[in-house]
């Protein structure tokens, strides 16, 4: 049988994955609504509750920036020079550093999804209270029962189709961005931006934290402002073109860093670090309730409903794609890949959905905040960071997979890949201990979920050494940090 001359020709980013795929535009808007969730609404106020002021958090935007740049085309980068490897985060690092190590950065990702879920359904329900005060801040009993309700509703959306529910997505993307859209207009237009508070906290408080502290204290929070900045890149099965994973991840990084810029900065300049620290959860309400009265935190308030619900629906299918991704190409269970008549990943999506209502109902025993599963959920995303970063730049000085006329050049995937993942490494330093508690004691029984996996193909589990060596270091210091925190010495809440 003869080819197709016209596919023949295609180059290879103009390759066709799905011809019924999502579009750039699609994609483009999975890539925002992943990002923009609830934690620009928050992020004012969780700077200034970490002591940073004007001056700290201008120099924490430009690493920031330089960081998150670099990240972005770290993943635009691996999406033009390995097109073939449609599994995202899980791919690149199976194909850079063994099954076991993409494995370890698949279960990474998935957990961060449940775990972003979690926080954002605290926080939906924190808003909602403003409106409804049974819900209290967002975790007592009643906003635990209506936010599990609420996950539901959207796990049986999901499972009707992941590009219907996309579509919903992209609607509720648009509806949210209208009251961010309004809070910066109002403070410009209305001249509620006053320089001389500004300028009061550029330097900050005589007695407060140091310069550098204040930087990496802000370091978590703009870390989870930007998660999600490769969403399009972990449901690039799903893409029609894979031209398009590359160009929404640019689009998508583009405007929400301009977005979240000028907000911050619009911010510290209606009211005083030190009341803006002591503002409740979402502390954008407070801020414009400051500068306009209440309907500017009702306006606010609704922003934060509507980003969550589109936020939520998002994350459903973000963390069902990564392990059913995993599971397809030989590393989780085999029940993980299987389908429903509508070619959604029923086992993944149930099973994520699972997790996320275990996590839900902790955060009621326990009196979690969105600030604490915020944090656990930038803890276990770096992992897969840290190794698509390094995957990268290993490609890059070693000059593997550059050869294509699309693939980016060598000179640029050595520069990004290593500014990646000197960036990724500092995240990880800037977590401090209790991001090593965290991220160990989420990621030790991921090893027997690893072992299952591997048997069901018939497969040794943990054949090289160095899978066993990090498997056994996970392990011993899971076990120190539950210690550590059970006999008090370093709680992790």
Not at 291 to 297: D, H, K, R
Not at 405 to 418: C, D, E, K, L, Q
Not at 438 to 462: C, H, M, N, Q, S
Request: glycine share 10%; aromatic share 12%; hydrophobic share 55%.
């Amino acid at each position: 049988m003869s080819k197709d001359p016209a596919k023949a020709a295609r180059p290879v980013n103009e390759e066709i994955i799905d011809p019924n795929g999502l579009d750039l535009f699609r994609l483009t808007m999975m890539v925002i609504t992943a990002s923009i969730c609830g934690g620009i609404f928050s992020l004012a106020g969780d700077m200034a509750a970490g002591g940073a002021n004007t001056g700290a958090v201008i120099i924490s935007w430009l690493i920031c920036f330089a960081g998150v740049f670099a990240l972005m085309m770290v993943f635009n980068g691996l999406s033009q020079a390995r097109p073939d490897l449609t599994g995202g985060i899980y791919a690149y690092a199976a194909a850079g550093f063994g099954e076991y190590v993409g494995f370890n950065s698949a279960w990474g990702y998935w957990i961060s999804a449940c775990l972003s879920n979690v926080s954002f359904a605290l926080l939906l329900f924190s808003a909602l209270g403003y409106f409804f005060p049974a819900f209290g801040a967002g975790n007592n009993v009643l906003s635990i029962v209506c936010a599990s309700i609420f996950l539901w509703v959207l796990t049986a959306l999901v499972l009707r189709g992941v590009k219907e529910a996309a579509g919903i997505n992209t609607i509720v993307t648009l509806a949210k961005l209208v009251p961010l859209g309004l809070f910066v207009l109002s403070i410009i237009l209305l001249g509620k931006f006053d320089m001389a508070i500004f300028m009061d906290n550029f330097w900050g408080e005589p007695a407060g934290p140091d310069f550098g502290t204040q930087v990496v204290s802000t370091m978590i929070a703009l870390v989870w402002v930007f998660t999600g900045i490769e969403g399009a890149v972990v449901i690039s099965g799903r893409a029609k073109y894979v031209r398009d994973v590359g160009r929404s991840t640019a689009l998508g990084f583009s405007a929400v860093f301009v977005l979240y810029f000028i907000i911050s900065m619009l911010s510290l300049g209606v009211m005083p670090r030190a009341e803006m620290a002591q503002l409740a959860t979402p502390s954008m309400a407070g801020i414009l309730e400051h500068a306009i009265g209440p309907v500017g935190a009702a306006i606010v308030n609704l922003g934060v409903i509507l980003s969550l619900v589109g936020a939520m629906l998002g994350y459903v299918i973000i963390a069902s794609e990564t392990p059913f991704e995993a599971a397809r190409q030989g590393s989780f269970p085999l029940a993980f890949a299987k389908t429903n008549k509508a070619g959604a990943p029923i086992v993944t999506v149930l099973v994520s959905s699972s997790i996320t209502q275990l996590f839900l109902i902790l955060s009621a025993v326990a009196s979690s905040t969105y600030q604490f599963f915020y944090t656990c959920a930038v803890n276990t995303i770096l992992i897969p960071y840290v190794c698509s970063a390094a995957y990268y730049m290993v490609i890059g000085w070693k000059k593997e997979h550059l050869d294509s006329p699309h693939a980016p050049s060598v000179r640029t995937a050595r520069i990004f890949g290593t500014l990646g993942f000197i960036y990724t490494l500092f995240l990880v330093w800037s977590t401090g201990l209790q991001g090593v508690m965290i991220t160990t004691i989420l990621f030790a029984p991921a090893i027997a979920v690893y072992a299952i996996g591997e048997r069901d193909r018939g497969k040794p589990v943990l054949p090289r050494t160095s899978d066993k060596v990090i498997a056994i270091i996970v392990v011993i210091l899971a076990i120190a940090s539950l210690y550590l925190h059970f006999s008090g010495i370093s709680p992790i809440v």
